[in-house]
T-cell receptor, first 115, second 110 residues
Framework: DTAVSQTPKYLVTQMGNDKSIKCEQNLGHDTMYWYKQDSKKFLKIMFSYNNKELIINETVPNRFSPKSPDKAHLNLHINSLELGDSAVYFC??????????????FGPGTRLTVL | DAKTTQPTSMDCAEGRAANLPCNHSTISGNEYVYWYRQIHSQGPQYIIHGLKNNETNEMASLIITEDRKSSTLILPHATLRDTAVYYCIVRQTSYDKVIFGPGTSLSVIP
């Protein structure tokens, strides 16, 4: 069974379009994340949600809007796509462990190419 | 900036132990040390984590120095499938921002 799944796996689109990437986890975790990995391979956190509440919001253009309809889903909507948005986007989830220390489980990634 | 520093790349002969070092000299008392790896084009995969004591699981061992300023990930018998980028990060809770550095690119050589 897939623990963290993302759709689509590949997304090719034109500049200026609006697109969404979906993420679902079946691990019962409380916290979900979106990361961006650019061409230089650095993995940078974008957003983090805990039980549908936003807890981390890095300096990300407001063209990016995460939406969490329930704690098992965290979708990423991107408006007015730009060439620099081309990257691999990873979703992840983790349990909320009292006392600290939690493990993140990552999805397979969505490769976004903006032409 | 990442709170950890790691060598950019390492080689290891297949079947030998791979020892990957990580420095985290500014680690605070409640921060855990985590190791993840990313095999080409896949999502990062959790390996192991620890707070103070050495840890071992089916994938690897984690050795943390007594002052907690550095740690070593040990893959006891490296295989070709262990070729990946290995990330060492420090983190306390789900509310902490996770910062991945560039990691160590490990090449296991036949």
């Amino acid at each position: 069974d897939t623990a963290v799944s993302q759709t689509p796996k590949y997304l090719v689109t034109q500049m200026g379009n609006d697109k969404s990437i979906k993420c679902e986890q079946n691990l019962g975790h409380d916290t979900m994340y979106w990361y961006k990995q650019d061409s230089k391979k650095f993995l940078k956190i974008m957003f983090s949600y805990n039980n549908k509440e936003l807890i981390i919001n890095e300096t990300v253009p407001n063209r990016f809007s995460p939406k969490s309809p329930d704690k098992a889903h965290l979708n990423l909507h991107i408006n007015s796509l730009e060439l620099g948005d081309s990257a691999v986007y990873f979703c992840a989830s983790s349990p909320l462990v009292s006392g600290g220390g939690d493990t993140q489980y990552f999805g397979p990634g969505t490769r976004l190419t903006v032409l | 900036d990442a709170k950890t520093t790691q060598p950019t790349s390492m080689d290891c002969a297949e079947g030998r132990a791979a020892n990957l070092p990580c420095n985290h000299s500014t680690i605070s008392g409640n921060e855990y040390v985590y190791w993840y790896r990313q095999i080409h084009s896949q999502g990062p995969q959790y390996i192991i984590h620890g707070l103070k004591n050495n840890e071992t699981n089916e994938m690897a061992s984690l050795i943390i120095t007594e002052d907690r300023k550095s740690s070593t990930l040990i893959l006891p018998h490296a295989t070709l499938r262990d070729t990946a980028v290995y990330y060492c990060i420090v983190r306390q809770t789900s509310y902490d921002k996770v910062i991945f550095g560039p990691g160590t690119s490990l090449s296991v050589i036949p």
